[in-house]
């Protein structure tokens, strides 16, 4: 074995290639189902029901940095990141709070609802920041990390191309995600998207909760689990002392570390941007038949959100255990990110290790799929079909699938700029670019829905306010990074302060443009916001509300949070 390369037998890639049946026959299925309606083709009729919309949504949030990265970060830092998978709750607030404005509305599309809300501009705003971010960050890194991670695993790494010659399986494990996954999206639609994260999701789960589990038994259960990590099993990690240089709390200006504080501060908005206003995920909840399903699918999402935690973070320092002790084949882990390789090829059986690369792969297409959809329908919905108003839904569908192979062939052109960078620095970059868009854009919505005195032109203020502030830190950041640019002290301590931090204040800011442009411009007219805003409901619209949840409902959001509070407090 070569260190990270899983050791496949046959009944191993018989599962694998079950798995690529089950593929084909849903896309087949799909496409003898026409999809007639750009309702049909982006939204899947709008008839989906809260298994499919939560499976949907966990598979979507899961990747290649999960499957493998996460394993690593266990082996590494320990529960360090486990406060990033621990956004349960924010799936609920998804489900209580924002869905029922979002589906009174009747929107395809978030930035939709924000011209609804605001104007017309701030939705263009909100649609191009978008589908810039998804074209640049996370459609060519999802191809770049399925690929490397795909080569990595099977551990090849060159091929003879008939008429090539020696390839990087690289380009061949690129060309092929893309294609697998670019024709079954391209065919069906959100409906294919739904049906095949229907049946990756259980795949995701599967094998990594029987690495848990015999690795729990391997190493001797969680005290040997909690002996073997004492350094790092702790969710809170201690804040760094004060800095020589300026006299501040040194976590404070650290650009790159992640004291709990800051994550605590900071998770809850960078998640709130992600989980309830994004494309990506809300068009899942989008689809829903009607409020019920859509609220019980994000509480089911909750429920899946939970397990990262145990199944890649805990397997990875069950790994660091099973170095500790000695076991046969561990010895060679050099690095943490060997810790998934190295679990699945010597705790699993054959057949087992062909499950958990079938999940890997659907990790892959899973996210890749949930982007092509997105990114087609904020193209066709928020520029097209407002350019071209005339056009027919046949013809808007057809936009559609022309929209989602174009991102295929953009996300495809830029992974050579991306192999320019290393590993480290690509994922950093784009953990910061996250930071420094996402808090105006959940401002923007979280200040809109709480009150009608919010004025439609303040969203707009607003979000390019944020934006703007974000993307000067990110420019001066990158060039002082990259060419050691030496910047006065006032300029560099906007570049210093750590980036959790950064992205609270930036928040705050957002939030403050917000109010103080409301108190000086028109309110919007309450019959055009109406049902818009938690202040601007009818009592119809309460009643209708209240009749979407039960007792059940209320339970199973409440062991949700249980379940969060039981973490912190066990990993304390």
Request: positive net charge; hydrophobic residues 50%.
């Given at each position: 074995m070569n260190g990270s390369a899983l050791q496949f037998g046959a009944l191993d890639w018989v599962v694998v290639g079950l798995y690529f049946a089950a593929i084909a026959a849903i896309a087949v299925w799909v496409a003898l189902t026409r999809e007639r309606t750009t309702t049909d083709y982006f939204l899947a009729s709008r008839n989906t029901g809260w298994f499919l919309i939560g499976a949907s949504i966990f598979a979507s949030n899961i990747g290649a940095e999960h499957l493998v990265g996460l394993a690593g970060s266990g082996a590494g830092s320990g529960m360090a990141y486990a406060h990033w998978e621990l956004h349960s709750y924010l799936c609920v607030m998804l489900g209580w709070i924002f869905a029922p404005f979002y589906l009174r509305s009747n929107i395809f599309t978030t930035p939709e609802f924000l011209e609804k809300r605001y104007t017309p501009a701030t939705r263009t705003t909100l649609a191009?920041?978008?589908?810039?971010?998804?074209?640049?960050?996370?459609?060519?890194?999802?191809?770049?990390?399925?690929?490397?991670?795909?080569?990595?695993?099977l551990g090849i790494d060159t091929i003879f191309v008939p008429g090539v010659g020696a390839t990087d399986f690289f380009w061949v494990a690129a060309l092929g995600l893309v294609v697998i996954t670019g024709v079954y999206t391209i065919i069906g639609g959100m409906k294919a998207v739904l049906w095949t994260e229907g049946l990756q999701a259980p795949l995701l789960l599967i094998g990594s909760v029987v690495i848990l589990i015999v690795g729990l038994d391997r190493i001797g259960g969680m005290e040997a689990l909690r002996a073997a990590n004492a350094e790092t099993i702790s969710i809170w990690r201690p804040l760094s002392t004060t800095s020589e240089t300026t006299g501040f709390p040194g976590f404070l200006f650290d650009p790159s570390d992640t004291p709990w504080l800051g994550v605590m501060l900071a998770s809850p908005i960078l998640g709130l941007w992600y989980w309830c206003t994004d494309q990506y995920i809300v068009q899942r909840v989008l689809t829903a038949r009607n409020l019920q399903q859509a609220r019980r699918g994000a509480i089911f999402a909750g429920y899946l959100k939970l397990f990262p935690v145990f199944i890649f973070l805990i397997p990875g320092m069950i790994a660091i255990a099973l170095q500790k002790q000695g076991a046969p084949g561990f010895a060679e882990m050099t690095s943490p990110d060997q810790a998934f390789p190295m679990l699945v090829s010597y705790l699993l059986p054959e057949g087992l290790r062909g499950l958990v690369l079938a999940g890997l792969l659907a990790a892959?297409?899973?996210?890749?799929?949930?982007?092509?959809?997105?990114?087609?329908?904020?193209?066709?919905?928020?520029?097209?079909?407002?350019?071209?108003?005339?056009?027919?839904?046949?013809?808007?569908?057809?936009?559609?699938?022309?929209a989602t192979l174009v991102v295929v062939g953009l996300g495809m052109a830029w992974i050579p700029v991306l192999l320019q960078l290393s590993g480290g620095q690509l994922y950093a970059a784009l953990q910061l670019v996250q930071s420094l868009i996402a808090p105006a854009i959940a401002a923007v919505f979280l200040l809109g829905i709480a009150s009608r005195a919010v004025s439609p032109v303040s969203g707009l203020v607003g979000l390019i306010a944020g934006f703007l502030v974000g993307m000067t830190r990110l420019f001066l950041q990158t060039t002082h990074d990259f060419t050691g640019a030496v910047y006065p002290p006032v300029i560099q301590a906007f570049v210093d302060i750590n980036w959790l931090y950064f992205a609270v204040l930036l928040f705050v800011f957002t939030c403050v443009v917000i109010l103080v442009v409301s108190a000086f411009t028109p309110k919007a007219d309450p019959a055009r916001i109406a049902g818009l805003t938690r202040d601007t409901l009818s009592p119809e619209q309460r009643a209708e509300v209240r009749a979407s949840y039960g007792v059940w409902d209320i339970v199973h959001s409440c062991v949700i949070l249980a379940i969060i509070a039981g973490v912190y407090v066990y990993f304390w």
């Open positions: 191009l920041i978008f589908l810039v971010s998804y074209i640049l960050t996370k459609a060519s890194v999802t191809i770049y990390a399925g690929a490397i991670t795909i080569k990595t695993i892959l297409m899973s996210s890749l799929a949930s982007l092509f959809n997105s990114t087609s329908i904020l193209f066709t919905i928020d520029f097209y079909k407002r350019v071209r108003p005339q056009s027919s839904e046949a013809h808007l569908v057809a936009v559609g699938r022309l």
